[in-house]
């Protein structure tokens, strides 16, 4: 390999490769399927998997691969959209505690400790069931969850490359704080952040997933992955098809943006 | 000050932001606590009125905090919506099952991490086993996970029951072992691949270390330097991070518990979820806080007693 190209570890480079697909086939969705999103087959219902529904059909006739790609755009947008929210206010946090300093710092981190110490599941359920949600709303509270752990990173990234002389001679010249944060220090916290983004979004996608299966998520007519199996647990016996692809999605989606983060770990730290 | 002093010191504005947030979450629904009435046909207006004065609702929010926060830490967690008995009551008595599955799961995921974490530490192939292993135990929707082991392990094989604590008809020591299998396995699963990954490579940090280079020139043999001096090392820090991850340990049950119809302090949880039921979803947010608050603590002042090099020059 050439000097100075990126190596890209061969199961990062699969998880991504599945993880375009993925992205591919929810947005192609309604081109790549012969069935509507909710047509109903009355004759078959509840129908095993076969060659003209390869997934099996569900209580309603509908053709249940259809369902699981458009569950796909829900799933796929509440989880990159959610861990963007997670990683902007986990950013914001962390490089002011980590700038700043003193008290703000102080008072940063406590609430930082207080929302790592309250399981985060349990919490989200119950703001889902307080507030009642739409997607969007769901995304921003799936975010809302998840700041806790790239604020301590980036906090901590901050403060050492605070410490530098190019940003002390930044302020020499007489550049302003918000300026030196910007242009001198945010982008040295860029990898951090990047790893922070793959693991946020396929925790984001296991949190929705959870929320929907509990029946505080996303709300039918619309389907998630996750109210898939939450409409699929009571008929697990007769019909399994019906809670075994929706999951086996999650799972791979997750899996793909794990083995994507834990590669980008293993280049940071062995380097 | 001593530091157990000023680590307490520190836990108590924690606490304190917990309260904040688990009282401002419930009292962010539009009609407060008693949403589920405004939506009742049956419950007239004059109803609710009576029911907002009678539960102090119409007095100021931070009127409402501190009294509630007063109740809470003298042990009044007030009446679930649901029954009508005492919160604390209904709590109380789901703590057995839940501890009894935590308390299993846990050590064999403590056990699973302790094995798998040395011999990756020691041995490629493992190693690449165990951390594809841990990616994907990381990745797998606990809830989805439980559902396929009951097909597959209930439903399929009929070689284990699919759910609850015991058989109705009560059954003896082996219907009671073979109501834990499913739920502890789900468990431990979700636990063992964070804590095994933390394992190795802390084993393998200490292998890189002098001592056990030092030990390694005395003639000292292989498995006695990982099983003696490395995994020593390694294990302090890792009794640590298995107390920290107390809070996942909570979400854990809660989705475990409602799987498998465990009759512990998840399950409740998300009955009381599925009712509204806010003074227990409060209590039990409340409980499971103060429980991650103690064990961190716990594990701090025990990492400080025990291991001389966190304490720093007097």
């Known amino acids: 390999m050439r000097p100075g190209a990126i190596e890209i570890p061969r199961q990062a480079a699969i998880a991504l490769g599945v993880l375009v697909a993925l992205v591919l086939l929810a947005a192609l969705a309604p081109v790549i399927s012969p069935f509507a999103f909710d047509a109903l087959d009355l004759a078959r219902r509840r129908a095993a998997p076969s060659a003209s529904h390869w997934f099996g059909t569900d209580e309603l006739g509908r053709d249940l691969l259809t369902r699981v790609l458009f569950g796909a755009r829900v799933s796929l947008a509440v989880g990159f959209v959610s861990a963007a929210v997670s990683v902007l206010l986990g950013i914001a946090i962390g490089a002011t505690a980590g700038w700043a300093g003193r008290w703000i710092d102080a008072l940063l981190m406590r609430i930082t400790d207080a929302m790592l110490a309250v399981p985060r599941l349990p919490l989200l359920m119950i703001a889902a069931a307080v507030l009642a949600p739409n997607v969007a709303a769901l995304v921003l509270l799936v975010g809302a969850a998840g700041w806790m752990e790239t604020a301590r990173v980036v906090r901590a990234e901050v403060q050492s490359i605070k410490a530098n002389d190019f940003v002390t001679a930044a302020r020499a010249v007489g550049a302003a704080s918000p300026r030196v944060v910007m242009r001198h220090v945010l982008p040295g916290v860029l990898p951090t952040a990047a790893v922070a983004t793959t693991l946020a979004v396929g925790r984001g996608i296991l949190l929705e997933s959870a929320l929907s299966f509990f029946g505080v998520g996303v709300q039918p007519p619309a389907a998630s992955w996750g109210n898939m199996l939450y409409q699929a647990q009571t008929t697990m016996t007769s019909e399994p098809w019906l809670g075994i692809f929706p999951g086996a999605f999650i799972f791979l989606t997750v899996l793909c943006c794990n083995a994507i983060g834990t590669a980008l770990t293993d280049r940071a730290t062995n380097r | ?314």
Not at chain 2, 79 to 95: C, L, Q
Not at chain 2, 124 to 131: C, E, K, L, P, Q
Not at chain 2, 148 to 159: A, D, E, K, Y
Not at chain 2, 162 to 172: I, K, L
């Open chain 2, 1 to 314: 000050m001593s530091f157990a002093a000023r680590r307490l010191a520190q836990a108590v504005p924690l606490l304190l932001i917990i309260s904040l947030l688990v009282f401002g979450l419930i009292h962010a629904a539009p009609g407060g606590p008693l949403s589920l009435y405004l939506d009742n046909p049956n419950v007239r207006p004059e109803d609710i009125a009576r029911l907002r004065r009678a539960m102090g609702l119409d007095r100021p929010l931070g009127t409402q905090y501190v009294s509630w926060l007063a109740a809470f830490v003298r042990g009044d967690w007030g009446y679930s919506y649901a029954d009508g008995r005492p919160v604390t009551e209904r709590m109380i008595e789901r703590v057995p099952a839940t501890l009894q599955l935590v308390g299993v799961s846990t050590l064999l995921a403590v056990i699973v991490s302790v094995v798998v974490g040395v011999g990756a530490a020691l041995r490629r192939g493992v190693d690449r086993a165990a951390s594809v292993g841990s990616v994907a135990g990381l990745s797998i929707p606990v809830f989805w996970l439980g559902l396929v082991l009951q097909l597959l392990f209930s439903n399929t094989l009929g070689w284990l029951p699919s759910s609850g604590r015991a058989s109705f008809a009560g059954g003896g020591l082996a219907d009671r072992l073979a109501h834990l299998v499913l739920p502890v396995a789900v468990l431990a699963v979700a636990h063992a691949a964070g804590w095994s990954r933390y394992l190795r490579g802390s084993v393998r940090l200490a292998l890189a270390q002098p001592f056990t280079n030092a030990a390694r020139a005395r003639g000292v043999t292989e498995s006695r330097i990982v099983l003696r001096h490395a995994l020593r090392h390694a294990l302090l820090p890792f009794a640590t991070v298995v107390l920290l991850d107390a809070s996942i340990m909570a979400s854990g049950a809660v989705v475990t518990e409602s799987v498998f119809a465990w009759p512990g302090i998840g399950s409740l949880f998300t009955e009381a979820l599925a009712k509204r039921d806010y003074t227990v979803l409060m209590a039990f947010l409340m409980c499971a806080s103060v429980a991650v608050v103690t064990l961190s603590f716990l594990a701090d002042v025990a990492v400080h007693a025990l291991d001389p090099r966190t304490r720093g020059e007097p």
